[in-house]
């Protein structure tokens, strides 16, 4: 099974501010990685898929780059609304497995 | 509009089973995989299992493999998950979500809580 090591598990930042968190896939997964942002009380909204294609309706402060086994979520001028938990998923192989999450807080 | 509601959760004590339920409405259900998801207390995602649009394929996440049984019924466009010797760590709330291809999980439930206590 592919497993994802994503950090960190959490940060602190301010509005304004350029956030970054990474995935790492225990093998290969091509550019077969989603990210999703997770907001309590609510379904999970997917920002990226096939690592850097961003989601319709998505803001552009939001970016993916990487493949093959390293991954990131890029946040460029963090907003009041980007307050929330993120995960990556990797759907190259079943069983899909999510990162462990991140979750964004206020500074 | 596209809607899931799942129902079927509750406590139960470990080793006992439980069935979960997930009521779609909104789109053509027939032509969508459907996945279960979880998520512990405290917990982040983790993905539980997957079945294709027409019951052919299913996969399912090595925690639960074995226990759980993923099935639909699309005449009823009822998605469900038999979950047999339940553990206390199954402990999470259960959603269910649509598959729109290229790892999109479209739209989600509302989810329902399992809780495996003695």
Not at chain 1, 64 to 92: M, R
Not at chain 2, 12 to 24: I, Y
Not at chain 2, 27 to 53: C, D, S, T
Request: proline fraction near 4%.
């Amino acid at each position: 099974d592919i497993h994802m090591t994503q950090s960190p598990s959490s940060l602190s930042a301010s509005v304004g501010d350029r956030v970054t968190i990474t995935c790492r896939a225990s093998q290969g997964i091509r550019n077969a990685l989603g990210w999703y942002q997770h907001k309590p009380g609510q379904a999970p909204k997917r920002l990226i898929y096939a690592a850097s294609s961003l989601q319709g309706g998505v803001p552009s402060r939001f970016s993916g780059s990487g493949s093959v086994t390293e991954f990131t979520l890029t946040i460029s001028s963090l907003q009041p609304e980007d307050f929330a938990t993120y995960y990556c998923l990797q759907y190259s192989d079943y069983p899909w497995t999510f990162g462990q999450g991140t979750r964004v807080e206020f500074k | 509009q596209v809607q899931l509601v799942e129902s079927g959760g509750g406590v139960v004590q470990p080793g006992r089973s439980l069935r979960l339920s997930c009521a779609a409405s909104g789109f053509n259900f027939n032509n969508y995989g459907m996945h279960w998801v979880r998520q512990a207390p405290g917990k982040g995602l983790e993905w539980v299992a997957i079945i294709w649009f027409d019951g052919s394929h299913k996969y399912y996440a090595d925690s639960v493999k074995g226990r759980f049984t993923i099935f639909r019924d699309n005449s009823n466009k009822t998605l469900h998950l038999e979950m047999n010797s339940l553990r206390v760590e199954d402990t999470a709330a259960y959603y269910c979500a649509i598959d729109y291809n290229s790892g999109w999980l479209g739209h989600w439930g509302q989810g329902t809580l399992v809780t495996v206590s003695s």
